[in-house]
């Protein structure tokens, strides 16, 4: 399990690392209430659809713990919950993992106050442990995700040309370790620990696999140049970023010198049908990695699949202020080279005046994903070239879709 820690918690606290400032400086925000998780989560100091959904249940969790509730019934505690719920959901409405939380605790809420004597305490001290519990599970998901992933793309890996043989052996050798793209952070710093595609990488380098990791860099926002670059050097992960707009030249040039064999990203939602929204950019690699013969894989929790919406149509993208393709922030580099970390400075990179459209993520349709891999087990299209999650997901599926494949 990666050292790193972008949230840190025990009851009635909550310490989230905020990003904006890292690679170069390490601070955490306490975050004790509602209205401040919101803002850490609408302004990416967290980001990550695993991490966002944990910071927004703990954070109000702590504010419960605190006594921010005066409710004098049963349901009156439930109502302010649900409020404070339902305001907590719309700081990020892309990730489904926020809105599948939030639905769990409801849930969970419900179920406490449901007895004759149910109070305030009793549903409190349901919701604490409950949004306690999706915290810690998610440290045992990602790491399922990153030993399932890693075997796949073992598995599967495109042919590249044979091996030398050594020292005279006529029998081909053991298959040597192969490289991988991801694009933007899905790392320690997105989840609880380990992460989601990245956790692929860190299972490959741990069994002695991966040859090297390659970044994008992640624009406008580069959060794959600030964030997955900072993990894999603070690691020892081999890896190398790259400009976005490198991709294609990387595959075709390196594939085989490299063993490129798949791009791994995570997933803000799955639809159904296993058209997934990510990170801006990613719809732009999948085209790429079929193009060239490399696997595309998605890794992420059952928690980022939503049964509910058919298809990626249906998916609501969510638009960033103009100004973070117009201007960018850093710690500014002395003239010896050196990042001075006390200082940092704006700059515009563009014309202030220019439009701009600057959607956060994009929609890879499902025909150019191979694999969507989850905590319990890896989904691959059937002969119809659809994606079925009823393996994986029995209970939501048969809850939500029925027998059907409709």
């Not at 990003?19 to 302004?43: G, M, N, W």
């Not at 703990?58 to 719920?85: F, M, P, Q, W």
């Not at 595959?251 to 058209?275: E, I, K, P, W």
């Amino acid at each position: 399990m990666s050292g790193l820690q972008a949230i840190r918690y025990s009851r009635g606290k909550l310490e989230v690392l905020d990003q904006l400032r890292l690679p170069h400086e390490h601070h955490y925000d306490e975050v004790s209430t509602s209205e401040e998780a919101f803002d850490c989560i609408k302004s990416m100091r967290v980001r990550g659809a695993p991490a966002i959904a944990i910071v927004a249940a703990l954070a109000h969790g702590v504010e419960l713990h605190n006594g921010s509730c005066k409710a004098s019934s049963a349901a009156e505690t439930i109502s302010y919950i649900d409020t404070r719920l339902d305001y907590l959901k719309q700081s990020r409405p892309t990730a489904v993992d926020l809105s599948n939380a939030i639905a769990h605790l409801k849930v969970v809420i419900r179920e406490a106050g449901a007895g004759p004597d149910a109070d305030r305490a009793a549903i409190i001290a349901a919701y604490v442990g409950a949004a306690e519990a999706i915290f810690r599970k998610d440290r045992e998901t990602n790491v399922a995700i990153g030993e399932h992933g890693s075997r796949w793309i073992l598995a599967h890996a495109p042919s590249f040309p044979p091996l030398p043989v050594l020292d005279g052996n006529s029998e081909q050798p053991e298959p040597e370790s192969i490289s991988v793209l991801t694009h933007c952070n899905t790392g320690s710093l997105a989840t609880s620990g380990h992460g989601t595609a990245l956790g692929v990488i860190r299972s490959l380098h741990a069994a002695g696999r991966l040859r090297r990791a390659f970044c994008t860099e992640t624009r406008p926002y580069n959060q794959g140049s600030r964030l997955t670059a900072f993990e894999l050097a603070h690691e020892g992960i081999p890896g190398t970023l790259v400009a976005d707009s490198m991709a294609g030249a990387l595959f075709a040039t390196r594939r085989d010198a490299l063993r490129l064999a798949a791009v791994v990203v995570g997933a803000d939602r799955v639809a159904r049908n296993g058209d997934t929204a990510n990170k801006i950019g990613t719809y732009a690699l999948a085209v790429l990695a079929r193009h060239h013969g490399l696997r595309f894989v998605v890794a992420a929790p059952t928690t980022s699949v939503d049964l509910r919406t058919a298809s990626g149509a249906g998916i609501r993208i969510e638009e960033r202020p103009a100004a973070e393709l117009t201007q960018i922030t850093g710690a500014v580099v002395g003239a010896d080279g050196k990042v001075d970390t006390s200082r940092s400075e704006r700059v515009a990179i563009a014309h202030q005046g220019i439009d701009v459209w600057n959607p956060a993520f994009d929609v890879t349709p499902a025909e150019l994903i191979d694999a969507v891999v989850t905590e319990k087990g890896v989904v691959v299209k059937g002969e119809d070239g659809q994606f079925d999650f009823r393996a994986v997901m029995p209970e939501a599926w048969a809850a939500l879709v029925g027998d059907s494949n409709a």
